[in-house]
């Protein structure tokens, strides 16, 4: 995506570009998405979504509305769960990603993986490869993106005004399938400063939700620390 010509009407273009690219470049860009034929999708078992690495895209396996919540609950054929809320009174859409992963399904020997992984994905996707280009994307969008590792699922989500939301969808559903994993020593700095929080200046655990856990469930995966240890 690259803007030329500030003093004229401005031209994004969203394709397979580098930052290097001239404006020829992405006018060619722009010609030959151009000639390329978009048939509307009729039907929502018609659409395509091809933003996803689970199995067969775009197969609407049941599809059910939910009338006193004016809740839509799709379900594809590879297993993926798409809950739809309508939210008419707000002029801006909240996408959230839930993913099974969690302490709970950890064992001691990779126990913290799963929150160290949600803080991998901070770190770049194809086309904004470092951290600051991918927060970049997505505040472009006035969009707000954040992530969170509970017990037992993690996710990540996003509010952004409604006009971006697909956009929005490509980033979130890129950072899913094709996140860039740089810098993870970088990484392993800061999940370390976050575990010390945890605990007191004689390394003693401190933490009232992970000491709770540990007290109910011992040695099972729910007695685990979601960051892991030290």
């Given at each position: 995506r690259e803007t030329w010509n500030a003093s004229a009407p401005r031209l994004f273009v969203s394709g397979k570009l580098a930052a290097t690219d001239t404006a020829a470049d992405v006018l060619a860009t722009w010609k030959q998405s151009q000639a390329v034929a978009v048939t509307p999708a009729q039907d929502i078992k018609d659409t395509a979504f091809a933003y996803t690495s689970?199995?067969?895209?775009?197969?609407?396996?049941?599809?059910?509305?939910?009338?006193?919540?004016?809740?839509?609950?799709?379900?594809?054929?590879?297993?993926?769960?798409?809950?739809?809320?309508?939210?008419?009174?707000?002029?801006?859409?909240?996408?959230?990603?839930?993913?099974?992963?969690?302490?709970?399904?950890?064992?001691?020997?990779?126990?913290?993986?799963?929150?160290?992984?949600?803080?991998?994905?901070?770190?770049?996707?194809?086309g904004h490869p470092t951290a600051h280009a991918q927060a970049l994307a997505f505040e472009e969008l006035g969009a707000a993106f954040g992530a969170m590792t509970y017990v037992d699922h993690g996710v990540l989500s996003c509010g952004v005004p409604a006009e971006n939301l697909e956009r929005c969808l490509e980033l979130t559903a890129s950072l899913c399938e094709t996140p860039l994993f740089s810098d993870i020593a970088i990484e392993k700095g800061i999940v370390r400063e976050e575990l010390l929080e945890s605990y007191d200046g004689n390394g003693r655990l401190v933490d009232g939700a992970s000491i709770l856990r540990e007290l109910c469930f011992g040695q099972h995966p729910l007695g685990m620390p979601i960051a892991g240890t030290k």
């Open positions: 689970f199995g067969p895209a775009g197969t609407v396996a049941s599809r059910q509305h939910v009338d006193d919540l004016d809740l839509t609950l799709v379900t594809f054929a590879n297993g993926v769960r798409l809950n739809l809320v309508r939210m008419p009174a707000v002029h801006s859409a909240a996408l959230d990603v839930h993913v099974r992963v969690g302490s709970r399904f950890e064992t001691q020997r990779d126990n913290g993986i799963s929150h160290f992984h949600e803080h991998m994905l901070h770190r770049g996707i194809p």
